[in-house]
């Protein structure tokens, strides 16, 4: 069983950056690989980004292409989320999430974190 939690949310300008961190626990980090979803209320839930168990392979959604970057520590069970050039329609509550393939689907996820609400002012 792998607990994950996510932080680093909070109120940003437009333009501005912020870094979102995934911790997890209790299982074995480096098997799976992990997932960024966001998800607006009232909106379907939605990719973000996706790195390998190895990190050697990601995606992107095309709506983050270019100023998001997603990164994997296996030594410290850590994900990143480096968010730049923040937009007001970044704001959401984002998500990560564990899966054993290379996948986008929040379906195929076996394990996720509570959230963390990011919000960007215009």
């Known amino acids: 069983q792998v607990q994950l939690v996510e932080s680093g949310g909070g109120l940003v300008q437009a333009g501005g950056s912020l870094r979102l961190s995934c911790a997890a626990s209790g299982g074995t980090f480096s098997r799976y690989a992990m997932d960024w979803f966001r998800q607006i209320p009232g909106k379907e839930r939605e990719f973000v980004a996706l790195?390998?168990?190895?990190?050697?392979?990601?995606a992107y959604a095309d709506s983050v292409k270019g100023r998001f970057t997603i990164s994997r520590d296996n030594a410290k069970n850590t994900v990143l989320l480096q968010m730049n050039s923040l937009k007001p329609e970044d704001t959401a509550v984002y998500y990560c999430?564990?899966?054993?393939?290379?996948?986008?689907?929040?379906?195929?996820?076996?394990?996720w974190g509570k959230g963390t609400l990011v919000t960007v002012s215009s």
């Open positions: 999430a564990a899966g054993p393939g290379f996948s986008t689907r929040g379906g195929d996820m076996t394990y």
């Open positions: 790195i390998s168990w190895s990190g050697r392979g990601t």
